[in-house]
């Protein structure tokens, strides 16, 4: 079983930043992700981090945030800067990991104008 818990959202004024930590429990994940959910919309992809260390991004990214993972692989960080009232939506972590996908419970992140 893989347990994620997410942590690190919270209130910011445009302009700033935050950095979200994804604790992970379990092994031998395939692929690990961020997506976020905007107030009604679906959820949309913004990061992926695979076991090459390969990292994509979503375009509406445009450099400003950065995946990252420590060494024990135990912890996966997304530092957002340069936030926008539109990136406001709860953030999810997401592992692959031998066929099957799991999710955190989301934090929520906070842009104000």
């Known amino acids: 079983q893989v347990h994620l818990v997410e942590s690190g959202g919270g209130l910011v004024q445009a302009g700033g930043s935050l950095r979200l930590t994804c604790t992970v429990s379990g092994s031998d994940i395939d692929e690990m992700a961020w997506y976020r959910q905007a107030p009604g919309k679906q959820r949309e992809w913004v990061t992926t981090y695979n076991s090459r260390g390969d990292r994509t991004y979503a375009d509406f990214v445009m450099g400003r945030f950065t995946f990252s993972r420590d060494n024990t692989k135990s912890r996966v960080f997304l530092q957002m800067y340069s936030l926008q009232p539109e990136d406001t939506a709860v953030y999810y972590c997401?592992?692959?990991?031998?066929?099957?996908?799991?999710w955190g419970q989301g934090t929520q992140v906070t842009v104000s104008s």
């Open positions: 997401n592992a692959k990991r031998w066929g099957s996908t799991y």
